[in-house]
């Protein structure tokens, strides 16, 4: 993984204009820093333009490889908070998701103005009227096609394993492919720890409650069906049983 420091991407056209400036940038960021960048300088057009006194000025807030603690500059914690949320299973909100999407840091979402957004409730005011904040958002094409999603939950959650697939699926290819491989060789190495402890508590289990066989449990069998209960796991009896016999070799 090949990081770089304080790269700068500049814009000077009718429609855009500003610079942005990442304290570091990996080989393997999910988003195209190019793509968020150009979020980034929409986000503080807007702010501007409706004198929103925006406390955090500077694009550090919107940004996970920067930081607004100039003692800890070129810290990586809020990108590694980022790729947490995509870990196994997690469920994500909309506005978490759409930030994800858009390669900006969700963190910010826990500070005004972005802890107002109402995201996945949102519908386009009529042409005549003022656009609200929610309104930069809208029309992205991230927000288009998780709006739309088969994979979003009614309460406006995805699951982390769905907003990669929405994320790779489609045309716009919202997630790089490099940044893409690492973190499901990140999922991967979770996954694994996470069956080593799955295994260690049904060996604990068994060992409790197996001096109680043909006591409260008939038979093997039903020890490995309470195991299953107990711990709620979604696998067979046999599965428990070959974990339990390759733990006694």
């Known amino acids: 993984m090949a990081i770089k420091k304080d790269v700068s991407f500049k814009f000077d056209s009718n429609l855009l204009t500003g610079e942005v400036i990442y304290e570091t940038l990996s080989d393997t960021r999910l988003v195209d820093p190019y793509k968020t960048a150009i979020h980034v300088i929409r986000i503080e057009e807007w702010l ?22 100039p003692d800890n500059k070129y810290s990586l914690d809020s990108v590694r908070y980022s790729h947490k949320l995509l870990s196994l299973n997690k469920l994500i909100p909309f506005n978490a998701a759409l930030f994800l999407l858009l390669g900006l840091d969700v963190s910010a979402l826990m500070l005004p103005p972005f802890n107002q957004l109402k ?19 809208f029309i992205t094409d991230e927000f288009d096609e998780l709006v739309y999603s088969r994979f979003v939950r009614e309460d406006g959650k995805i699951l982390s394993d769905d907003l990669i697939k929405l994320a790779k ?4 290819k919202f997630f790089q492919d490099k940044g893409l491989r690492h973190i499901l060789k990140q999922k991967k190495k979770i996954s694994n720890t996470e069956v080593i402890d799955r295994n260690k508590k049904i060996n604990n289990l068994w060992n409790e409650l197996y001096p109680e066989l043909n006591k409260s449990y008939p038979s093997k069998v039903s020890i490995y069906r309470e195991i299953i209960q107990i711990q709620k796991l979604e ?13 006694a070799k």
Do not use: C, W
């Open 235 to 247: 696998i067979k009896e046999d599965a428990v049983k070959k974990i339990i016999a390759n733990k």
């Open 119 to 137: 995201l996945f409730n949102y519908y386009q005011p009529e042409m005549d009227s003022s656009r609200p904040f929610e309104h930069v958002f």
């Open 48 to 69: 501007n333009d409706n004198n929103m006194g925006y406390e955090f000025g500077n694009q550090n807030l919107l940004i996970p490889e920067n930081n607004t603690n």
């Open 169 to 172: 699926d489609n045309d716009n």
